[in-house]
């Protein structure tokens, strides 16, 4: 990983400090974390902010060392995000909000930047596992009907193509419902 990180701002540190105290104020987050439309705003802000932060006016690459020095405390930020929020919703056993958390977050995580350099892109695939760590965990706990597996299912094939970190969630959702493995005939 590069050594070189930008030391957060005045500005972005208050920003990741809120983001740590409405988690821990979801002691009692019945209202704040259940509702998705917030928690999709705050990522949707979040990655705004890692965009934002890349400088767009210079001759050479913006996907380049300088540019991710520039949006690494951003992209942190992105992660804790993933990270805090999936961990409140499986503490307080909100298993089917976990895994719409965990679906929409790997969407916004598809979207954040591919850099140049391929040591850049860790913090991404960390992302990812994360939010396949929570959509596993909501899955052993969640058994849902048919339908709503049949949905989940589909939406976790789609979410595959951005990373395979999503196998075990596709395999633990197969072995619920009682479907043939078939993931593991992929050849993709």
């Known amino acids: 990983m590069d050594e070189h990180h930008t030391p957060l701002s005045k500005q972005q540190l208050v920003q990741l400090i ?3 105290i409405l988690v821990e104020q979801s002691q009692e987050p019945r209202i704040l974390a259940s509702d998705l439309k917030y928690l999709q705003d705050d990522l949707q802000q979040k990655k705004a902010s890692v965009y934002r932060s890349i400088p767009y006016s210079r001759l050479g690459s913006n996907r380049d060392a ?3 020095r ?4 951003h992209l942190v930020a992105f992660k804790v995000s993933c990270q805090e929020w999936g961990h409140v919703l499986l503490r307080n056993k909100e298993w089917d909000a976990a895994l719409e958390h965990a679906l929409m977050a790997w969407r916004y995580t598809s979207e954040l930047p591919q850099w140049d350099t391929a040591n850049h892109n860790a913090l991404r695939e960390q992302c990812y596992g994360i939010l396949a760590a929570h959509g596993l965990a909501a899955l052993q706990h969640h058994h849902p009907g048919p339908d709503r597996g049949r949905e989940l299912l589909r939406r976790l094939n789609m979410a595959q193509l951005q990373s395979r970190s ?7 959702l197969q072995r619920i419902m009682g479907c043939p493995d078939v ?3 992929d050849t993709k």
């Open 18 to 20: 809120r983001s740590l």
């Open 66 to 68: 300088h540019c991710y």
């Open 183 to 185: 993931s593991a005939m």
């Open 70 to 73: 520039k949006a690494y405390p």
């Open 166 to 172: 999503i196998v075990p969630c596709i395999q633990e």
